[in-house]
């Protein structure tokens, strides 16, 4: 998948491993052509990064990766303006709980069209994959959020922008747990049990950006605008949701 641009909104979604014949990919891909106004995902980029188009897309997502489960990238065959989705399963032994994951990864533009569809985005691309959790970040604000992970002797050093550090996904005892906080937040009804959302009395903040889908799950926004860590504003939000859910990034156990 090339390199996500500063000029994106990456989506990701962590949900349980595909097996054999899983229709989830194809849903994913459905998904979001229903969400994002206009988008056909026809296409994919050969290793020589040239677009190449995808006459039988149904039957090549079946096919999945020649590596293992999960499907290549496909994107919307225009260089210009970028949509593109991909996914894997990620293995049990960097997995939360030990259990594999199927990842779904997906750029958006941060424009304003983009940032329209973006909470129906993911929320179809959660609902297609049937994910535990997930997030749509601008990526300069997803690269410091990443920061924010830390292992004393596999990756030590200081969260930036005085964030709390989060724990490496495979210390974390529960796919339901989500790593971290994002702009949208994706979280299933099981990874909203297990944070304790909502609490009427201290999140009614959070519950007025908030929706519940129809198989009742939790999209919930951060800030109204996309989430950018220079304005001060945003950045107090990001620590106050930290502060209120401790279970997030594992914080809240040994």
Request: glycine fraction near 10%; include cysteine; charged fraction near 20%.
């Amino acid at each position: 998948m090339p390199a996500t641009q500063e000029t994106d909104i990456a989506i990701i979604v962590y949900a349980p491993a595909l097996v054999s014949n899983d229709g989830r990919p194809l849903a994913v891909a459905h998904g979001m052509e229903r969400a994002f106004p206009g988008l056909r995902l026809e296409w994919t980029i050969s290793r020589e990064g040239k677009l190449v188009r995808l006459p039988q897309r149904e039957a090549w997502l079946a096919q999945g990766r020649p590596t293992g489960r999960g499907f290549r990238l496909i994107c919307n065959g225009d260089e210009s303006y970028r949509v593109t989705v991909s996914g894997w399963n990620s293995p049990a032994g960097i997995s939360p709980g030990g259990q594999a994951q199927f990842e779904v990864h997906a750029a958006l533009p941060l424009d304003a069209t983009g940032i329209a569809a973006a909470v129906d985005v993911l929320e179809a691309i959660a609902e297609g994959a049937r994910a535990f959790w997930g997030h749509a970040t601008p990526f300069n604000a997803g690269v410091e959020i990443s920061r924010q992970t830390r292992h004393p002797v596999r990756k030590p050093g200081v969260p930036p922008r005085g964030l709390p550090p989060l724990k490496l996904s495979e210390d974390i005892p529960s796919p339901e747990i989500p790593h971290c906080l994002g702009w949208l937040n994706y979280w299933s009804a099981a990874a909203a049990r297990a944070i304790g959302f909502p609490d009427p009395t201290r999140d009614a903040e959070l519950l007025s950006r908030s929706r519940r889908t129809a198989t009742g799950e939790w999209v919930v926004k951060l800030t109204d605008g996309p989430l950018d860590l220079d304005n001060p504003a945003h950045l107090d939000a990001l620590k106050r949701a930290y502060e209120r859910f401790p279970e997030i990034g594992g914080r809240s156990t040994p």
